[in-house]
């Protein structure tokens, strides 16, 4: 059950949102092998004059960014996945936001089954009751 949770900078875009969270998951589903009927994308934008790089504003700098969070159950990816998967969507979002900033960021969180779940059950009881 990937978590997505994507900060992008500029103004609210439904059409732009909508783009992210298919492509995400799209991607997230596909180098990291999870199910698209688990997975969660929320989009939240930060205004250019908010979002800072060494002091300046992207504003100031004239460009965007983007700070990418994923959040996966422990142990179920390997390091090679979880690198790809790093390239392929800093490629993603600066190939759908104009001017990336090279600072922009991608964070594969990897949470202890025990620890992580939905419906109120861990992934780690799912892992122990699986028929």
Same mark, same amino acid.
Not at 49 to 59: H, T, V
């Given at each position: 059950? $990937?978590?997505?949770?994507? *900060?992008?900078?500029?103004? $609210?875009?439904?059409?732009? @949102? %909508?783009?992210?969270?298919? +492509?995400?998951?799209?991607?997230?589903?596909?180098? !990291?092998?999870?199910? $698209?009927?688990?997975?969660?994308?929320?989009?939240?934008?930060?205004? /250019?004059?908010?979002?800072?790089? *060494? +002091?300046?504003?992207?504003?100031e700098l004239g460009k965007?960014?983007?700070? /990418?969070?994923?959040?996966i159950t422990e142990g179920?990816?390997?390091?090679?996945?979880?690198? #790809?998967? &790093?390239?392929? =969507?800093? +490629? !993603?979002?600066?190939? !759908? !936001?104009?001017?990336?900033? $090279? &600072? @922009?960021?991608? &964070?594969?969180v990897e949470c202890s #089954? #025990?620890?992580?779940?939905? +419906?109120?059950?861990?992934?780690?009881? %799912?892992?122990? &009751? =699986?028929?």
């Amino acid at each position: 059950m $990937p978590g997505i949770s994507v *900060n992008l900078s500029g103004t $609210p875009n439904a059409a732009l @949102s %909508r783009t992210v969270a298919r +492509e995400l998951t799209s991607l997230t589903c596909t180098l !990291l092998d999870k199910k $698209p009927v688990n997975t969660t994308v929320a989009v939240q934008y930060i205004a /250019l004059e908010d979002w800072f790089i *060494n +002091e300046q504003s992207l504003a100031e700098l004239g460009k965007n960014s983007f700070r /990418l969070t994923v959040s996966i159950t422990e142990g179920t990816n390997t390091k090679f996945q979880i690198a #790809a998967y &790093h390239k392929a =969507a800093f +490629e !993603l979002l600066s190939k !759908l !936001l104009d001017e990336v900033h $090279p &600072h @922009s960021n991608v &964070h594969v969180v990897e949470c202890s #089954a #025990a620890g992580y779940g939905y +419906e109120g059950v861990t992934q780690e009881y %799912r892992h122990q &009751h =699986a028929s």
